[in-house]
């Protein structure tokens, strides 16, 4: 993790992608909130279903794109919402799903269409990059975001899979 609290990882296949989830699902907790950006293809679902596995998800993890929100079963309940649809999330959320994200670990694709419902503490997630390479930054926003992220990086150092800003995880 880098002086601002960032965590950049190069990752040159799906599952260093996943693998890079299911790290960090394993050190979430009810309330975490987690805003995914990124391009068509850019690999966010792929990042969620390994955030799930981590949180102990048994599920098969697809993107909500249609469905607005998937709920899964977990010892950490997690809600993977797919804002692409911006006005029909609106919805949604005014109805009443924002108040269930207290309770679960909330994981939002396409969060710069629903900025005015992101917390202010949460971990902004840009993935970017086609093909086989993905970048991915991970920033904590609020203490509980920062925590989480030095967990993982303390995580990362302590099992020999740190090797530092924008270096390849491992395939």
Known sequence: MNESGTIVRTSRAPAATEA?????????RPGDFLALRGELGAGKTTFTRGLAAGLGVRDRVTSPSYLLC???????????????FAERM??????GLAERFPTAVVVVEWADRMESWLPPDRIEVRLSGRGEERRLELRGLGPEARRRLAALAAAETQNGLNRGPDQPLAD
């Open 20 to 28: 890079l989830g299911r790290a960090l699902g394993g050190l979430l």
């Open 70 to 84: 998937h709920e899964y079963a977990a010892p950490t309940p997690l809600l993977h919402l797919d804002a692409y």
């Open 90 to 95: 609106e919805e949604v959320l005014a109805e």
